[in-house]
């Protein structure tokens, strides 16, 4: 699942492991063989989900619940694969199924809230990444932040999607959905200065770009007139991604 071609939300395997800062069994619990093979399995579903092995993954998914169906983080994986396979029923339903049984898990909310932000339920999306917020034990609350400000930014709460993207920042100064998500802010705003600054940054961020991130640069650069720049990321576009959408914007000269 994405937002403006870039940004998935994956359930990292370290939260993979936890319950996201929520609830967690008693060390007994935990050692049991049961929620082992249920928590390996769920690291492997969320590693397969990660590549795009859907079919693989709910395989996983499905031993893992096997062994424990009382595992929240299985159905928050099994949610994110049904989100990518357009399930969005189905997908619904393990969201909430995750949070009946740990309703303070973070990764949960802050996934579901994308999920809702993406089929344009906007009020209970922030209610997600808030109650995500909310828990002082989420270990990486820069994603819902980050999320939060871009579901803002497509709501057109523009100072709330800066405010949340610059909350993103400081807690990971180099974080590329922040980093992207304020460059495209501020060159929407006119501010083609700070928007150049983000791209770079940004830029020094990921190994490459994807074909709707060299647009904004080609865009960025044009305005900035850095047309050494413009054209070595027009260049990048039209020889990486020739059939893309936005090669034939650059094409149309847009």
């Known amino acids: 699942m994405k937002l403006s071609g870039l940004f998935l939300i994956v359930c990292l395997l370290t939260a993979c492991a936890s319950s996201g800062g929520g609830s967690e069994g008693t060390p007994e619990q935990d050692s049991t063989r049961a929620q082992k093979i249920a928590r390996i399995h769920t690291e492997l579903a969320a590693s397969y989900y990660d590549r795009a092995q859907y079919g693989v993954a709910l395989q996983e998914v499905a031993v893992a619940l096997k062994a424990d169906a009382g595992f929240s983080q299985a159905y928050n994986v099994r949610a994110l694969i049904r989100m990518a396979l357009h399930e969005d029923d189905k997908a619904d339903e393990d969201f909430r199924h995750s949070l009946a049984l740990d309703e303070v898990n973070s990764d ?6 994308w999920f809702l932000c993406q089929r344009g339920r906007m009020n209970e999306s922030a209610k997600q990444f808030q109650m995500a917020l909310s828990n002082p034990l989420y270990a990486t609350p820069e ?3 980050a999320n939060l400000g871009l579901c803002l ?3 057109g709460d523009l100072k709330g999607a800066e405010s949340n993207l610059q909350r993103a920042l400081t807690l990971r100064p180099n974080m590329p959905e922040a980093l992207y998500g304020l460059a495209d802010l501020n060159y929407g705003n006119g501010n083609y200065a700070a928007a150049q ?3 770079a940054r940004f830029s020094q961020a990921l190994p490459e770009l994807n074909a709707e ?8 650069e044009r305005k900035m007139q850095d047309y ?13 991604f020739p059939d893309s959408r936005e090669t034939k914007l ?5």
């Open 108 to 113: 949960t909310h802050n996934n579901y809230g």
């Open 143 to 145: 994603m819902a932040y």
């Open 153 to 155: 930014k497509k709501a």
């Open 197 to 199: 600054s983000y791209l």
């Open 213 to 220: 991130q060299l647009w904004l640069a080609v865009r960025i």
């Open 228 to 240: 050494d720049a413009e054209a070595s990321y027009a260049l990048q576009l039209r020889k990486r």
């Open 250 to 254: 650059l094409f149309q000269g847009q």
